[in-house]
């Protein structure tokens, strides 16, 4: 899981109410994302962002919120407009090596709401 | 948006037994890499393959692109216990993202 934190690992929320979900980096990469995962799926982008203060949608941003504010940091929310929050959040860092960006993961949350 | 698709979805073999699962893509790409995922954790880099490279070996992992074919295949010899997993196929162009197909679940059996 390298130098990603996720926590916590299972969060449990009631239905309506919002939920951040929290990733810490400490190996100094500038681009930063968060997928969701759901059972037997792929990986699909949320959000993303290459530099603080900056971030873009991924391809289902529908219901969530980002910030950047630290270049360590990058929040997750899960809002109420989320109309399936219950899935497997994982967040990744990277860095440009040679033009290629290859994806360090954290651990993931867990997240279920009923 | 998933661009890459794994093949088979599942695979069951015996331990020291080979396993080759693929991966086909729909646009071009600067590089693939393939990643593992042991039941609810993380993901883990396994190995990155150039589009202008056309096989890489790391340790008991073979991977090799066939740009052409718009494919790549990864092979894990002599498999173990701990090989147990799911494998995900993810391509790069020249950006920050990556995409990722649906994933192999392999189970070793001993």
């Known amino acids: 899981d390298g130098g990603i934190t996720q926590s916590p690992k299972y969060l449990f929320r009631k239905e309506g109410q919002n939920v951040t979900l929290s990733c810490e980096q400490n190996l100094n990469h500038d681009a930063m994302y968060w997928y969701r995962q759901d059972p037997g799926q792929g990986l699909r982008l949320i959000y993303y962002s290459q530099i603080v203060n900056d971030f873009q949608k991924g391809d289902i941003a529908e219901g969530y919120s980002v910030s950047r504010e630290k270049k360590e940091s990058f929040p997750l929310t899960v809002t109420s407009a989320q109309k399936n929050p219950t899935a497997f959040y994982l967040c990744?860092?990277?860095?440009?090596?040679?033009?290629?960006?290859?994806?360090?993961f954290g651990p993931g949350t867990r997240l279920t709401v009923t | 948006s998933q661009q890459g698709e794994e093949d088979p979805q599942a695979l069951s073999i015996q331990e020291g037994e080979n396993a080759t699962m693929n991966c086909s893509y729909k646009?071009?790409?600067?590089?693939l890499q393939w990643y593992r995922q042991n039941s609810g954790r993380g993901l883990v880099h396994l190995i990155l393959?150039?589009?202008?490279?056309r096989e890489k070996h790391s340790g008991r992992l073979r991977v090799t692109l066939d740009t052409s074919k718009k494919s790549s295949s990864l092979l894990i010899t002599a498999s173990r216990a701990a090989d147990t997993a799911s494998y995900f196929c993810?391509?790069?162009?020249?950006?920050?993202?990556?995409?990722f197909g649906a994933g192999t679940t392999v189970t070793v059996r001993a």
């Open positions: 393959i150039r589009s202008n490279e």
């Open positions: 993810a391509t790069g162009s020249n950006d920050y993202k990556l995409s």
């Open positions: 990744a860092s990277s860095i440009m090596w040679q033009g290629i960006y290859e994806q360090y």
């Open positions: 646009t071009s790409i600067n590089n």
